[in-house]
């Protein structure tokens, strides 16, 4: 048993490498600054700069010239669980201890990305790209009584992917193209003041995506685009009350993504569009190991999200954005204080500024508004020959302000 509980914060560890509690589960829009600004709304068809085939690689087909762009999302979580008891019951008795209110779980994180997309002709371009769709930090406090489902959990992801598109007429634009996925993290756990868990896991997956463009003309334009997403193999090496295991094998499922967007230019200086962003996080329903087959079930919901936005072009220099989305919270029935979930309410703006014909400077800001979640949280754990129940209740809440700076430059 002992061995299963620390395979199963293993898999924690493993799924939050992979992770970022900043929209539905623990997926992270931060692929660029210009879409931050309009809360990713009409992502997957608006070619303004070259991080649009993060979204859809058929908008490089939008592009006559090379583009490549580079910037950074700092993501500033504010996670708090309040009003908690922790319990510590042997053979069924209960002890509740009342904890103390904690904040600033969440800690803060830089995520970087760079974006390339070269026409080859006027029929096809390629396009390269290193970003991040999962990763995340969360700290609590040495002194945190529930130590056992607190703790420190420090991982990252990056995705590198590779596209191509095609056009096949005035109206229809192809792209597809393939990912790369690395997730590397951290994880501590403590219990009863004794260090419990060292975990350092990583692992590799393969992914693919398509997509497609409609233009009505140069004023109006729909996009849509699929992402498969790979199931990770992680392996960890990690120490547990001075025991090892290592190269035990975690199968990771990540879900698969589909978005469809659109675009209007109703006037000169102002355009609308919007996205809906269908995430399958009904696929994340167990995490298995090669050695002890199930050892987690989350059992989340497929989960929504829905984002209108507008672009105002103030004059040549100047272009402001603005957007609003509304997020689905992926957690159902299964709730955890590690991985705090609830729907979302984003609130976004931007700014572009243009240098020259050749180069914009983009800002983007957004908060990130959750909701409060009642949790209840059970684990069992032998630290003896006689069985404990650990468990805590709750109430958790997370929110974040994400900013953004990104320069792009076309040739």
Same mark, same amino acid.
């Given at each position: 048993?002992?061995?299963?509980?620390?395979?199963t914060?293993?898999?924690?560890?493993?799924?939050?490498?992979?992770?970022?509690?900043?929209?539905?589960?623990?997926?992270?829009?931060?692929q660029?600054?210009?879409g931050?600004?309009?809360?990713f709304?009409?992502?997957?068809?608006?070619?303004?700069n070259?991080s649009a085939?993060a979204?859809?690689?058929?908008?490089?087909a939008?592009f006559d010239?090379?583009?490549?762009?580079?910037?950074?999302t700092y993501?500033?979580t504010d996670v708090?669980?309040?009003?908690?008891?922790?319990?510590?019951?042997?053979?069924?008795?209960s002890?509740?201890?009342?904890?103390?209110?904690v904040?600033?779980i969440?800690?803060a994180?830089?995520?970087p990305n760079?974006?390339?997309?070269?026409?080859l002709n006027?029929?096809w371009?390629?396009?390269?790209?290193t970003?991040?769709?999962?990763?995340?930090t969360t700290?609590?406090p040495?002194?945190?009584?529930?130590?056992?489902f607190?703790?420190?959990t420090k991982?990252?992801?990056?995705n590198?992917?590779?596209s191509?598109?095609?056009r096949?007429?005035e =109206? %229809?634009? !192809?792209?597809?193209?393939?990912?790369? *996925?690395?997730? #590397?993290?951290?994880l501590?756990?403590?219990?009863?003041?004794n260090?419990?868990?060292d975990?350092?896991?990583?692992?590799?997956?393969i992914?693919?995506h398509?997509?497609?463009i409609y233009?009505?003309?140069?004023?109006h334009?729909?996009?849509l685009?699929?992402?498969?997403?790979p199931?990770?193999?992680?392996?960890g090496?990690?120490?547990?009350?001075?025991q090892s295991?290592?190269?035990?094998?975690?199968?990771l499922p990540?879900?698969?993504?589909?978005?469809?967007?659109?675009f209007?230019?109703?006037t000169? =200086? %102002?355009a !609308?569009?919007?996205?809906a962003?269908f *995430?399958?996080? #009904?696929?994340?329903?167990?995490?298995?190991?090669d050695?002890?087959g199930?050892?987690?079930?989350?059992?989340?919901?497929?989960?929504w999200?829905?984002?209108?936005?507008?672009?105002y072009?103030i004059?040549?220099?100047?272009?402001a954005?603005?957007?609003?989305?509304?997020?689905?919270?992926?957690?159902?029935?299964?709730?955890?204080?590690?991985?705090?979930d609830?729907?979302?309410q984003?609130?976004?703006?931007?700014?572009?500024y243009?240098l020259?014909k050749?180069?914009?400077?983009?800002?983007?800001?957004?908060?990130?508004?959750?909701?409060?979640?009642?949790?209840?949280?059970?684990q069992?754990l032998?630290?003896?020959?006689?069985?404990?129940v650990?468990?805590i209740?709750?109430t958790?809440?997370?929110?974040a302000?994400l900013?953004?700076?990104?320069?792009?430059?076309k040739?």
């Open positions: 048993m002992m061995k299963n509980f620390n395979k914060l293993l898999a924690i560890a493993v799924t939050l490498a992979s992770s970022q509690a900043m929209a539905a589960g623990f997926q992270l829009n931060s660029s600054a210009t931050l600004g309009r809360a709304a009409g992502d997957a068809v608006i070619a303004d070259a085939m979204r859809n690689p058929a908008a490089m939008l010239t090379t583009s490549i762009s580079v910037g950074m993501i500033n708090t669980l309040s009003d908690a008891q922790y319990s510590l019951a042997p053979m069924g008795s002890n509740p201890q009342a904890i103390p209110d904040s600033d969440g800690g994180s830089l995520v760079i974006f390339i997309v070269h026409p006027d029929k371009a390629v396009g390269f790209g970003y991040s769709n999962f990763g995340t700290e609590y040495d002194d945190f009584a529930a130590e056992l607190g703790g420190t991982v990252r992801s990056v590198i992917q590779a191509v598109s095609y096949i007429n =109206q %229809f634009s !192809l792209g597809a193209g393939i990912d790369v *996925i690395k997730g #590397s993290g951290n501590q756990r403590e219990f009863m003041g260090t419990i868990l975990v350092d896991a990583e692992g590799y997956g992914g693919w398509v997509g497609a233009e009505v003309n140069e004023n334009r729909f996009g685009s699929y992402r498969y997403s199931t990770i193999k992680a392996e090496d990690f120490q547990y009350l001075g295991a290592a190269d035990d094998t975690l199968h990540l879900p698969a993504m589909a978005e469809f967007s659109g209007h230019q109703l000169n =200086q %102002f !609308l569009h919007y996205s962003q *995430i399958q996080w #009904s696929a994340f329903e167990t995490l298995d190991t050695e002890f199930t050892i987690k079930e989350y059992n989340w919901r497929d989960t999200h829905l984002s209108l936005g507008g672009t072009t004059n040549d220099t100047w272009t954005r603005a957007g609003y989305m509304y997020d689905m919270g992926a957690i159902d029935q299964i709730k955890s204080i590690a991985i705090p609830s729907d979302r984003w609130f976004s703006a931007g700014l572009t243009s020259n050749h180069s914009d400077i983009d800002l983007g800001i957004t908060y990130l508004m959750g909701e409060d979640v009642n949790v209840t949280e059970t069992y032998p630290p003896s020959d006689m069985p404990f650990a468990q209740n709750g958790t809440r997370a929110n302000w900013y953004g700076i990104q320069y792009s430059y040739f």
